[in-house]
């Protein structure tokens, strides 16, 4: 499937506002290229927001995470969220309300989409067997319980299922290339690793009760601390392996000897 593509507007005489001549005067045309790259990266998150890593901005961008760090603090274009993590520009997201608007609706109609599948199947196995007072309320419960699935392919060729309902916040955070880019340098793994952790995380989810993700935030902050609960189990698991196998090792050696 082609990746989806957004646009932004940008104004015709950008160059000439006050903040953006201030840039041009220190930094050239470099710096308004960068100005307009940062921006191109906030479009591609899903909250319109950037880590406040410069060193990962700058290895995109190809330029000094000096330069980076100007273009963001010193002239007024970018705001910092309360605790210093993330920044944004206010006029950015008063030009992508539009865009959210869209991408809300998707989210809504994925939603529909899902709740009329599930109706769907019930009415199908409603007509395929009379019902009587004990087995409706039955169904009743059953249908409540019900999660309608899609197939995932992990990376080991598992084929596992994912709540239909969890599709979107699936298919947004893998597409979160900023927000993939800051977990794999934090935790040291290759992109494809990290996307298959994320899909195992949604296969988990749809396993239990998933109604406590409602907003892309929820997911991507339970994604976070589950994932570093995972990796410190696999890292303890690796640590007692090779113990083991030190004194495995140890012990032959300490055989062979005598």
């Known amino acids: 499937m082609a990746k989806q593509t957004f646009y932004f507007p940008h104004d015709g005489n950008a160059r000439n506002d006050d903040r953006i001549i201030a840039v041009r005067l220190e930094h050239g045309m470099e710096g308004y290229g960068v100005y307009f790259a940062i921006l191109e990266r906030l479009l591609e998150s899903s909250s319109f927001m950037s880590v406040k890593d410069y060193n990962i901005i700058a290895f995109d ?8 760090k100007k273009i963001v603090e010193n002239f007024g274009l970018f705001k910092f969220t309360e605790d210093g993590e993330s920044f944004y520009s206010d ?16 989210r809504l109609a994925g939603k529909k ?8 199947n019930d009415h199908s196995t409603t007509a395929q067997r009379p019902l009587t007072k004990n087995s409706t309320e039955e169904s009743r419960v059953n249908k409540e ?7 995932v392919i992990l990376l080991n060729g598992e084929e596992k299922s994912i709540s239909e309902r969890l599709i979107p916040f699936l298919t947004e955070m893998l597409s979160d290339t900023i927000s993939i880019e800051r977990l794999c340098m934090n935790n040291h793994l290759k992109p494809d690793i990290l996307k298959d952790f994320i899909k195992q995380f949604f296969v988990l989810r749809s396993n239990e ?13 339970y994604f976070s601390r589950w994932l570093t609960c995972e990796l410190e ?15 495995t090792g140890t012990a ?5 000897f005598r």
């Open 252 to 256: 032959a050696g300490f055989k062979q």
């Open 233 to 247: 189990k696999k890292n303890k698991e690796i640590k007692m392996n090779h113990e083991q196998t030190q004194k």
């Open 61 to 68: 961008l190809r330029v000094s995470a000096g330069l980076i």
């Open 113 to 120: 989409s899902a709740e009329k599948r599930a109706k769907k």
């Open 209 to 221: 009760n998933n109604q406590e993700i409602q907003v892309i935030n929820d997911a991507q902050s």
């Open 91 to 106: 006029s950015f997201n008063d030009r992508m309300k539009p865009l959210e608007n869209v991408r809300e609706q998707r």
């Open 145 to 151: 319980k019900e999660i309608i699935k899609e197939k």
